[in-house]
């Protein structure tokens, strides 16, 4: 095979360009990214191996190796991990195989800072080679394949961006070696105690030897199985870059071994930020899984569920059989508490930043706040440690930011109050500005603004909280009785001297409405629309057919605020009474965020009502 001149794939080139400028400020971090992808290489072909003990051939001792060359002006980072075959080369520089990548493009900003971490949890790895270099050559030969079946890839930034030559290479011993030509002002790179040095601050942690003129710089213990009073705040921060692939400090860690029937050792940590593909359920990360300290696994999604997916760290069982492959983890009892004991240990840390460090969790709420919202429905057994530390907004400071616990609500709650009552809209502003709310403010009572599309998810899987039921104040008949000392109908308007008003009005709007009544909950509004006991509410029938669902057929309750001057003013005479009834209708269901299905007879009906006053 003669050698290839190859094109980047489009995003790549627009990542280097990015790279290059928004990371420059921290540019030791590219022998970081190579230390690790070749930790990485040497984790890979220790699993492999498990099945397939001739891949070490003869050089069982797993190793990286850095060296500098002042005269050639290089830096080499080699390693004899599980190497690449021409394939792999390929799919693994030459394109970026990652869901999410247009996702990721569309959120850098062009803000250096806010980018570099944007790229950073993208998972930069090889690349971040061309902050230091203008040239980089990589020659790499996969475990078992004969050394004439090396290959050789280099890439000159000099000579443009956009292409990469790959050739066939010999190369007798297994792994990767990638060596980086300097650009002009990087010979500081050229030092052996400054090289050391970096090394020693971000690797190490890294469990096999990385070596310097025949001795190792690093401790080449696996960090986690090490004693918690031997580890520094610096090194679980440089632990967690590693293998969260972020370039940012991690928010918070919890660091355990547990022993008993099952034994072992979690170091689980929170982000400080959400990637940019938190969303993507199908393509979902996890933990990487050891078993006494051999790699078995990157992404075990099944050791934490999904909506603790944020989670990064390592899981290092005693227990498991060392060929566990993925799916005998989908159906393994000893998985299954693996897990159990994951979510506690991620709970038990959320509920420490909740009490104890309020700031981390207002940082960790605004970042994942939506996500845990999900375990609501997902985890019954953990239901009621998840609604502790659920977070809303709320008609107590009518701020979008959500701060307000369930407990802070119901430390909150009216004499004689045994409900908490929420709305649910589509915004802030159309839940702040709910009409439904308006009795409730009259009366000092408070209701949580929920805003989220999630949030209808949450109410579904949450009828009450420490005995006190979860309650719509959109749906249904309301009764406040007499909470703080009030009479619930202050107006005093009996629908009896209203019947004939609403018999017309229900007439008027035929089936777009299932009933018209007097309303208990409007003080200001004339009109608002209400879901009946046991129907589906409009915010929830509308982000269902946006998501393409199919949506049961139900109509709501038009009610109508006797002590309004419009409602008064109409008479069921009156020649333009079915106006004026599909005015009220269509204005009441703008004020829940709902669409009409005729705005321009809305616009022209409303502009003729406004030229004169009703008429009797």
């Not at 809209?425 to 599309?453: C, N, Q, T, Y």
């Not at 915010?539 to 001057?565: W, Y």
Request: glycine content about 6%.
């Amino acid at each position: 095979m003669v050698k290839e001149t190859l094109g980047f794939q489009a995003e790549v080139k627009q990542l280097l360009e990015l790279m290059i400028h928004s990371l420059y400020s921290n540019k030791e971090i590219f022998l970081r990214e190579l230390v690790s992808n070749a930790s990485d290489a040497a984790d890979k072909l220790r699993f492999e191996a498990l099945n397939h003990n001739s891949l070490y051939e003869s050089d069982p001792e797993l190793k990286i190796r850095v060296s500098f060359d002042k005269a050639a002006r290089s830096v080499t980072v080699s390693d004899n991990g599980i190497g690449m075959s021409r394939d792999e080369v390929i799919r693994n520089i030459g394109t970026i195989a990652k869901s999410g990548t247009r996702e990721f493009f569309q959120s850098l900003t062009g803000d250096q800072a806010k980018d570099a971490r944007l790229i950073g949890q993208f998972g930069v790895g090889f690349y971040s080679s061309f902050i230091v270099a203008d040239r980089v050559t990589l020659v790499t030969r996969r475990a078992g394949l004969p050394a004439g079946d090396a290959v050789r890839w280099e890439c000159d930034m000099a000579k443009g961006a956009g292409e990469y030559s790959i050739e066939p290479a010999e190369k007798a011993t297994r792994g990767t070696e990638v060596t980086l030509h300097l650009r002009e002002g990087e010979d500081e790179l050229l030092d052996e105690f400054r090289l050391k040095a970096i090394l020693r601050k971000y690797s190490d942690h890294i469990a096999i030897p990385i070596v310097m003129d025949g001795e190792a710089v690093n401790q080449a213990s696996a960090l986690w199985v090490r004693p918690k009073n031997e580890i520094s705040d610096e090194q679980y921060v440089e632990f967690y870059k590693h293998v969260g692939h972020d370039f940012e400090p991690p928010l918070a860690w919890t660091h355990n071994r547990v022993e008993g029937r099952q034994e072992y050792t979690q170091l689980l940590y929170i982000p400080a930020h959400a990637p940019f593909d938190l969303w993507d359920r199908e393509h979902r990360h996890g933990l990487k899984l050891y078993v006494r300290r051999v790699f078995i696994m990157d992404d075990a999604a099944q050791l934490l569920p999904a909506y603790l997916r944020f989670v990064r760290g390592v899981v290092d069982s005693s227990d498991l059989p060392l060929n566990v492959s993925r799916e005998i983890l989908q159906q393994s009892r000893d998985i299954d508490a693996l897990r159990a004991g994951c979510t506690k240990r991620v709970l038990d840390l959320l509920d420490d930043l909740a009490a104890n460090h309020k700031d981390k969790y207002a940082t960790f709420w605004n970042e994942f706040g939506r996500v845990l919202k999900e375990g609501v429905g997902e985890d019954a057994s953990n239901r009621e440690r998840i609604a502790r530390l659920l977070r809303f907004s709320s008609t107590h400071d009518d701020r979008e930011a959500e701060t307000v616990s369930l407990a802070d609500y119901v430390s909150r709650m009216r004499p004689g109050q045994d409900k908490i009552y929420y709305v649910t809209a589509e915004s802030f502003l159309a839940a702040k500005g709910s009409p439904h709310l308006e009795i409730f403010r009259k009366r000092a009572i408070e209701v949580l603004l929920l805003h989220d599309r999630v949030d209808e998810w949450l109410v579904a899987n949450l009828p009450e909280y420490e005995g006190k039921a979860l309650v719509s104040v959109a749906r249904g008949r309301l009764d406040l009785g007499n909470i703080g000392g009030e009479e619930a109908n202050e107006g005093g308007h009996k629908v009896g001297e209203h019947a004939e008003l609403l018999r017309k009005l229900k007439a008027a709007l035929g089936d777009k409405v299932k009933d018209v009544r007097i309303s208990d909950r409007l003080t200001h509004s004339p009109s608002c629309l209400v879901a009946d006991e046991h129907d589906m509410g409009g915010n929830l029938a509308r982000i269902l057919k946006a998501a393409g669902q199919k949506v049961p057929l139900s109509k709501p309750i038009l009610e109508v605020n006797a002590a309004h001057a419009i409602v008064q003013r109409l008479k069921p005479e009156d020649e333009r009474f079915d106006d004026w009834a599909s005015v009220l209708f269509d204005q009441a269901l703008l004020a829940e965020g709902g669409q009409l299905d005729d705005p321009a007879g809305f616009v022209k009906r409303t502009n003729e009502l406004m030229l004169g006053p009703a008429r009797s």
